[in-house]
């Protein structure tokens, strides 16, 4: 990158910090069951842990966020109950999982979802700094259960929100820490989803909320039948 570029970039990313206003994380319950009302099954257990989209910001209540989105795509695919609950902050990086967010899993879940990496890139931590903290996370997981999914950072390439030249840095900065976490996830035996690469509308206006940066009911709504679809193999064990 030369001076041109990086001068660009650095006010592009000062730009957007001033004027970019968030979405806050909404309202309603962090927990709940979705799927067939008879079942002989116990349902599912999900518990998710993460940033901002795992907190639901860009909707209006909790109940139209990514994770039970997900969960009511589970639950259809396996015609089971699926029990959920979100463990999410606003701006919280993967270090801020280890040490506040996973600590609050006090029990052994079916399936504990991972999704962190945007506010790593934001604040512009290393891949070397995002590895220990991946690694970290996932060996304190793993304890608790073997069906760990992670997801890679979302896509703020395609943020409206951001600069053309600060999009075209953090996509290359996105691509590294992406590398990162499917070496780290492929060492521990971990599922790795690569969202970052999926199309998932992400290039259009419907997908965000209005703050043009986290995703609406819509994107929520995409990504989750998405990623229902890419853990098709993966859900065949709960069965």
Request: hydrophobic fraction near 40%; glycine fraction near 8%.
């Amino acid at each position: 990158m030369n001076l041109a570029q990086r001068t660009r970039v650095l006010a592009e990313a000062w730009w957007a910090k001033h004027h970019v206003h968030l979405a806050a994380e909404p309202a309603g319950e962090r927990s709940g069951v979705v799927g067939p009302l008879a079942s002989e099954r116990s349902p599912l257990n999900l518990v998710a842990v993460g940033d901002s989209m795992v907190a639901g910001c860009g909707v209006d209540d909790q109940k139209d966020g990514l994770i039970p989105d997900i969960a009511r795509g589970i639950a259809g695919a396996l015609g089971r109950q699926v029990q959920w609950r979100t463990y999410g902050k606003l701006g919280a990086t993967m270090r801020r999982v280890r040490y506040r967010l996973l600590p609050e899993v006090d029990d052994s879940p079916d399936l504990l979802i991972v999704c962190a990496g945007s506010n790593d890139i934001m604040a512009q931590r290393s891949v070397e700094e995002w590895k220990a903290d991946l690694a970290a996370v996932l060996d304190e997981a793993l304890p608790l259960t073997d069906n760990i999914v992670v997801f890679s950072s979302g896509q703020l390439y395609n943020s409206p929100s951001l600069g053309s030249a600060l999009r075209q840095f953090l996509e290359g900065r996105i691509d590294a820490q992406t590398k990162a976490s499917r070496q780290i996830c492929e060492e521990r035996g971990v599922f790795f989803l690569d969202m970052t690469h999926e199309n998932v509308r992400a290039d259009t206006d419907e997908f965000y909320a209005s703050d043009h940066f986290h995703p609406g009911a819509f994107g929520y709504r995409y990504m989750a039948d998405r990623t229902v679809e890419l853990l098709d193999d993966y859900l065949k064990r709960f069965r």
